[in-house]
């Protein structure tokens, strides 16, 4: 751990998590059952993901910043016998109905436990591992993640894939066809996480450090300074991070920024938002061509990828697509031809499910097993995809489609913004005009002043149409670490809906 300096071996990581895979099994839980895991980044974390992994469990990691109604809902819909938690969320653990969740036989808190800090329903996760074998269980088998989506536009939905055959001590075949050499995975790499492990991307790469005997290293939570410093300190050779922390590294003084020798890196993957073509153009410049970008998502239905020297002669590309089709479809679902905007679909990337919501599986589907993730772009002449925005953010004025993340992506450059939002809001004549949210940078002054800057400094390198009409101000966008920006409660507010929670 990063912060704490605590250390778990990869004895200990193999002896405690066989205990917790007996304990999984004298509990009654067999292949194809269903654990929840809402936890801040810890030690224990790692180990509670692979007793579920080497037992043939589904898995699911629950957001950790989500109010007690939230977990309750995941819990309940991930079919989840048995939950884990931490006395550092004992808080919103005690606020758990039972009621809501009868499907859950027991709960487990990490860190120990008393009455006072989550109530009887939860016993000690120690003492019930506690006396178990640190062997195998004898009937270990490989389990998966059922992770949910992060519910932008509407309640998160498990994603679900079949588990795999493979025995749990050989590589999977994506690891060996793609991890492995796109990544540079190997036993000697150093792998900084910044990011919650509850999200696919932190949590899958991480998985995949152990899997190869490489050093993982956690940071219990981002913070911009520190990944510098972490970098350094521990002779970092990889790491995975999303746009938003490129952006606060960038922002920055000079000073702390040139503080650190960041010469052992070797591999930056980023993906998970769009990365504004500036803020990735200066980070190849700070890093050197060691950021290699990948569009995918938990669905894992499909991927694309792009190194350093690729992306700058593609300046805004995320790339070729590995191991699949891509498809660019008409709302009718026909084949666009390349330079064309439409649908972004996969095909041959396998087969997910929504859990319990076929609908949704429906809509994402076409003929032909292309799916798609909800993201709109084109592919050009030589196989390259862009990505334009996602379908559900499109902003349609006067009858013209407008994509916002190209105003983000400008207004993101100015010096005084933090983070922006671009959305559509209500317009009686147009039906929608577009509007910035705008988080400024610390000690910056808000107002009339600065909205006509911002307005200005969109118009001089977007066409007009593409640019906000007003620029409200907020301290902090509703953006998780993730990277993920929760638009659908910023449109909420100026389209009068109350309702506006993250799921």
Known sequence: ????????????????????????????????????????????????????????????????????????????????????????????????????????????????????????LWESYENAVAGRPVTPIDDESNGGLMLYSSGTTGRPKGIKRALPDEPIDVLPQRMTAYTIPTYSYDADMVYLSPAPMYHAAPLVFSLGVHRVGGTLVIMEKFDAGAMLANIERFAVTHTQVVPTMFVRMLKLDDGERTAHDLSSLKVAIHAAAPCPVDVKRRMIDWWGPVLLEYYAGTEGNGATFINSEEWLTKPGSVGKVQGVNIHICDPDGTDLPAGEIGGVYFSGGGEYEYHKDPVKTADATLPGGRTTLGDVGYVDEDGYLFLTDRKAHMIISGGVNIYPQEAEDVLIGHPSVADVAVIGIPDEEMGEQVKAVVQPIDGVETGARLEAELIAYCRQRLAAFKCPRSVDFEAELPRLPTGKLYKRILRDRYWGKSDSRIV
């Open 1 to 120: 751990m990063a912060g704490s300096g605590e250390v778990l071996t990869y004895r200990q990581l193999d002896e405690r998590s066989n205990q917790l895979a007996h304990e999984l099994r004298a509990q009654g839980l067999r292949r194809g059952d269903h654990v929840a895991l809402f936890m801040e980044n810890q030690a224990r974390y790692m180990e509670i993901a692979w007793a579920a992994l080497r037992s043939g469990i589904y898995l699911t990691a629950i957001n950790s910043f989500l109010t007690a109604p939230e977990v309750e809902y995941i819990v309940d819909d991930c079919d989840a016998r048995l939950v884990f938690s931490s006395r550092a969320k004992a808080e919103v653990a005690a606020s758990i109905d039972p009621a809501g969740t009868p499907k859950v036989e027991r709960w487990l808190m990490v860190d120990g436990v008393v009455a006072d800090d989550a109530g009887p």
